[in-house]
């Protein structure tokens, strides 16, 4: 699968792909972009990215090798280095809960569906429809596979995630973790859901 719109190319990952998306996902949820932040968080987190990224290179590894059933993970190339992902999600099949929100107390049969994860675009190409491309990508994929919903999570806190899968169309399924948010302060996580 290759799909080409605007200037980036969405393809299926390889594992020549593997170090460009260690960087990728890295960067995007370990890396602080808060210049004015605590020194030592900021040198702690120098510190142990390398151990980080391996760990997550260890991770796609071997989910790349498994060779699981309606598994993927889509990158996200510019023509100007068709080699270096600077995004990626992955798929995978999840049990989520049938019910929305409101009904799921009555009933809490469980359902597998594709689930997206892993969601990052690298700080540098951000705000260019890349994110969007690839979620876009990910609902072709699905339906290859005769699914026709898709489902996430998002922290109640992550404001950009959450603009973005509004507009593309995801709407709230469950709200967890409202236990941790009274007792603790802690953002809450969104089931998200897109039929399509
Ligand atoms: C969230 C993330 C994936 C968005 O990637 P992106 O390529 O910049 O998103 P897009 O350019 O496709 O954005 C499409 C739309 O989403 C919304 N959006 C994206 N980033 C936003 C931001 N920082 N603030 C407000 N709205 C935003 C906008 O409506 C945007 O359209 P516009 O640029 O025309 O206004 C990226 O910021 C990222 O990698 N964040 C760190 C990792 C992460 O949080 N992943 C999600 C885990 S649930």
Redesign the pocket.
């Known amino acids: 699968m290759t799909s080409q719109s605007s200037s980036f190319t969405i393809r299926h990952a390889s594992p020549k792909d593997l170090s460009h998306l260690s960087d990728v996902l890295t960067e ?2 370990y890396r602080s972009t808060d210049r004015q932040g605590n020194f030592l968080r900021r040198c702690l987190t120098d510190w142990v990215y390398p151990l980080l990224r391996y760990g997550i290179m260890l991770d796609l590894s071997s989910r790349f090798n498994e060779n699981t059933p309606c598994y993927a993970c889509l990158v996200a190339t510019h023509p100007a280095n068709e080699f270096q992902a600077i ?1 990626s999600l992955e798929i995978c099949m999840r049990y989520v809960p049938l019910k929305t929100n409101h009904e799921f107390w009555l009933d809490r049969d469980m359902h597998e569906h594709p689930y997206i994860f ?6 540098r ?11 876009l990508a990910a609902e072709q994929t699905v339906k290859q596979w005769g699914f026709s919903r898709l489902y ?4 109640e806190d ?4 959450r ?3 509004d ?2 169309g995801y709407r709230l399924h469950i709200q967890e973790g409202a236990v941790s948010y009274w007792l603790l302060g802690r953002p809450r996580r969104f089931l998200l859901q897109k039929k399509f």
Do not use: C, D, E, T
């Open positions: 995007s949820f995004a892993n969601l990052a675009v690298h700080p190409w951000r705000r260019r429809g890349v994110a969007k491309q690839l979620l996430m999570h998002v922290l992550n404001q950009p995630a603009s973005l899968y507009r593309i």
